[in-house]
């Protein structure tokens, strides 16, 4: 997936942090407290378990020295809520039981309150690990920052964390309460579809409606405003078409009754630059909510994680608020600046918490 990595030193207390998504598998190696590699791999868990499989031996293949004996495994998890699974609390247990197989003895998961569990307890524990990874990362920023927004917008969905006082201040602590506060938002910069960000949207000087259909994404908006990496844009795009220039145009133009042909590409990026409006202005909200129920000052700090990191600086810009880069709030002076070990570590950032909240406990 990325550059290869040196071999790791034999002697060193390795911790690899793991966060399983319905969507992707990221994972963290700390050395002795210091991040030393970040990787994603794609899994459609809804596919099946043999995804989960592949993403581990991929990340195997990549780190043969922390399968030994001495390195310890740390997880968390969203993937329990994908339809392969009856319920949450089968695929807490589900999950846990194939990490455990595949990593071995030195396996912990977290839950969100109690902290880590043995994997064989997770099922009497599911409430408190199920789609706990926003808690593992808030939990590791919080005596860092002391207070802060933590504001993670991944592919998918969006976390806005309040921290206070170098604790995690979230008044919802599952899915359900917390996208009844605001603190999850369902959407994200690239398998979210357009339809879900609102029903009307500028275009060639007036609002139309959008048809509510399957037709484009918001990996279509941000791959036309040139702000999404490439190297996460791996999801098949709505028609399983090109993610070329043509193919995007022609994806944001079914959404509103056209074809791209009938406009140029000025009107096209015009359309993508609404969209992306009315994607921050629905964050916007979100974030605003948070923070007033926290009590948080005008002047606490946006940190900003996963790989629509790109939003949370404008975001931050627009409301006078400093902006953190979550990797740089987790640097270690004893290891030179990486820009593209940064950049994966702003990605995967709940599996870089998993990682160095285990090294903390041993």
Same mark, same amino acid.
């Given at each position: 997936?990325?550059?290869?990595?040196?071999?790791?030193?034999?002697?060193?207390?390795?911790?690899?942090?793991?966060?399983?998504?319905?969507?992707?598998?990221?994972?963290?190696?700390?050395?002795?407290?210091?991040?030393?590699?970040?990787?994603?791999?794609?899994?459609?868990?809804?596919?099946? %378990?043999?995804?989960?499989?592949?993403?581990?031996?991929?990340?195997?293949?990549?780190?043969?020295?922390?399968?030994?004996?001495?390195?310890?495994?740390?997880?968390?998890?969203?993937?329990?809520?994908?339809?392969?699974?009856?319920?949450?609390?089968?695929?807490?247990?589900?999950?846990?039981?194939?990490?455990?197989?595949?990593?071995?003895?030195?396996?912990?998961?977290?839950?969100?309150?109690?902290?880590?569990?043995?994997?064989?307890?997770?099922?009497?524990?599911?409430?408190?690990?199920?789609?706990?990874?926003?808690?593992?990362?808030?939990?590791?920023?919080?005596?860092?920052?002391?207070?802060?927004?933590?504001?993670?917008?991944?592919?998918?969905?969006?976390?806005?964390?309040? %921290?206070?006082?170098?604790?995690?201040?979230?008044?919802?602590?599952?899915?359900?309460?917390?996208?009844?506060?605001?603190?999850?938002?369902?959407?994200? +910069?690239?398998?979210?579809?357009?339809?879900?960000?609102?029903?009307?949207?500028?275009?060639?000087?007036?609002?139309?409606?959008?048809?509510?259909?399957?037709?484009?994404?918001?990996?279509?908006?941000?791959?036309?405003?040139?702000?999404?990496?490439?190297?996460?844009?791996?999801?098949?795009?709505?028609?399983?078409?090109?993610?070329?220039?043509?193919?995007?145009?022609?994806?944001?133009?079914?959404?509103?009754?056209?074809?791209?042909?009938?406009?140029?590409?000025?009107?096209?990026?015009?359309?993508?630059?609404?969209?992306?409006?009315?994607?921050?202005?629905?964050?916007?909200?979100?974030?605003?909510?948070?923070?007033?129920?926290?009590?948080?000052?005008?002047?606490?700090?946006? +940190?900003?994680?996963?790989?629509?990191?790109?939003?949370?600086?404008?975001?931050?810009?627009?409301?006078?608020?400093?902006?953190?880069?979550?990797?740089?709030?987790?640097?270690?002076?004893?290891?030179?600046?990486?820009?593209?070990?940064?950049?994966?570590?702003?990605?995967?950032?709940?599996?870089?918490?998993?990682?160095?909240?285990?090294?903390?406990?041993?």
């Amino acid at each position: 997936m990325r550059r290869p990595m040196s071999r790791l030193p034999d002697r060193a207390r390795r911790h690899v942090g793991w966060d399983i998504g319905g969507a992707h598998v990221k994972a963290c190696v700390v050395e002795d407290g210091v991040v030393r590699d970040v990787a994603q791999w794609p899994c459609p868990l809804w596919k099946g %378990l043999a995804c989960l499989d592949a993403a581990l031996a991929g990340a195997r293949q990549r780190w043969p020295e922390a399968w030994d004996a001495t390195t310890r495994h740390a997880a968390t998890m969203t993937g329990e809520m994908v339809d392969l699974f009856a319920d949450r609390e089968e695929g807490v247990a589900s999950l846990a039981a194939r990490l455990a197989e595949a990593l071995g003895p030195a396996l912990s998961i977290y839950a969100a309150g109690p902290g880590f569990t043995a994997p064989h307890e997770a099922r009497r524990h599911w409430r408190a690990i199920a789609s706990a990874n926003w808690h593992a990362t808030a939990a590791m920023l919080a005596p860092r920052v002391g207070d802060a927004l933590l504001l993670d917008i991944g592919s998918t969905t969006t976390d806005a964390i309040a %921290l206070r006082a170098g604790r995690v201040a979230a008044r919802g602590m599952n899915d359900a309460e917390r996208l009844a506060t605001g603190e999850l938002v369902y959407q994200g +910069v690239v398998r979210t579809p357009l339809c879900a960000l609102g029903a009307r949207v500028p275009f060639d000087g007036r609002p139309v409606n959008v048809m509510n259909e399957f037709f484009a994404t918001s990996a279509d908006v941000y791959r036309l405003t040139g702000e999404l990496d490439p190297i996460h844009d791996q999801d098949a795009s709505a028609d399983n078409g090109s993610k070329s220039l043509a193919g995007t145009h022609q994806r944001l133009a079914r959404m509103i009754g056209r074809d791209a042909r009938d406009h140029g590409a000025t009107q096209w990026f015009a359309l993508a630059q609404a969209w992306r409006r009315v994607q921050v202005a629905e964050i916007e909200g979100q974030l605003a909510r948070v923070a007033t129920a926290a009590g948080l000052l005008d002047d606490a700090p946006l +940190v900003g994680a996963g790989c629509g990191a790109f939003l949370v600086a404008d975001i931050a810009g627009r409301a006078g608020r400093p902006f953190l880069r979550f990797a740089d709030v987790v640097s270690d002076s004893r290891a030179p600046v990486d820009a593209t070990l940064a950049g994966w570590t702003d990605v995967c950032a709940p599996a870089v918490a998993i990682a160095l909240l285990a090294f903390a406990e041993t």
